[in-house]
């Protein structure tokens, strides 16, 4: 199954989630996030290892659904035991789910199978950040933008996680994965750079949730409640579900500027795309 959302971000840095009071505390009190080590400039994840994708079977994980369904269609213990042990259980096994199973008349060494066949519960996501900077081909590539410093806030619980790029340093550094992908067009001459960047992200808390994505000129937005009022009309939402456990945690961020035709000197945001793979 695939998540997907147009997105808007990359990130040149990584912050370790604060809630909003945190962040107001922390303010209070004169404690600067960046000298507390709670932000990690990503290009860290310079050269960072591509999450490894699932070698599928035939046959998909189980899931408690269809545990369910074999036990109501009368299936035997050991036939849904066996489903189980090969082809796994991509599902929740928290003490409340099993509950739930017991509950729907589900046996007990059925829901042992569900316990000890589940998959491990997800923790964290392998994220692909690429940029794309489409140039005009017969003009000096700039390193400057309208909007200096994009964001992406994904919520975990009650805290946030906090991306922030900063176009300048990724536009004037030199990275693992940095290429020209494009100078095909020969009436638009064009040439697009796309610089990519890999790690595991830690995402902690399952279900629904919405990400905001938004351009600023200020470089130290800790929170949602730090966006600026001028920055919050052009925020934009994003929703998808993040499950408990699946066969794959991939997900790619691709981020396409343009330089102006007018002003060779500045970037605009020209469109996102944003696309998870769990099962």
Excluded at 1 to 6: D, E, G, I, N, S
Excluded at 28 to 42: S, T, V, Y
Excluded at 49 to 54: G, H, K, N
Aim: charged share 25%; glycine share 6%.
């Amino acid at each position: 199954m695939y998540v997907r959302l147009c997105t808007a971000i990359l990130s040149l840095a990584f912050v370790l989630p604060l809630t909003a009071q945190q962040s107001a505390s922390a303010a209070g009190k004169g404690i600067d996030p960046l000298a507390r080590g709670e932000i990690f400039n990503i290009v860290d994840w310079d050269g960072g290892a591509l999450p490894r994708r699932y070698e599928r079977s035939d046959q998909l994980p189980m899931s408690l659904e269809d545990v369910g369904k074999l036990s109501a269609g009368k299936f035997s213990v050991a036939a849904i035991t066996k489903l189980l042990e090969e082809r796994r259980c991509a599902c929740d096994a928290s003490v409340d789910a099993l509950l739930a199973l017991k509950q729907a008349g589900v046996a007990e060494e059925v829901i042992q199978a569900v316990s000890l066949h589940s998959l491990p519960p997800n923790r964290s996501f392998g994220l692909t950040i690429s940029l794309d900077f489409e140039g005009l081909g017969n003009q000096a590539v700039s390193s400057k933008a309208r909007k200096g410093y994009l964001y992406l806030i994904v919520p975990d619980g009650n805290k946030e996680r906090i991306f922030v790029g900063n176009l300048q340093a990724i536009l004037t550094g030199h990275w693992q994965r940095d290429a020209l992908v494009d100078q095909s067009d020969l009436l638009l001459p064009k040439r697009v750079r796309r610089v990519s960047f890999a790690a595991e992200v830690p995402l902690k808390t399952y279900g629904p949730k919405k990400a905001l994505v938004f351009t600023s000129t200020k470089p130290d937005i800790y929170t949602s409640a730090d966006i600026p009022e001028q920055d919050r009309a052009a925020v934009q939402e994003f929703e998808f579900d993040y499950p408990s456990s699946s066969l794959e945690r991939i997900c790619n961020l691709q981020v396409l500027y343009r330089q102006d035709a007018m002003l060779a000197n500045r970037w605009h945001l020209e469109r996102t795309y944003f696309q998870c793979e769990w099962d």
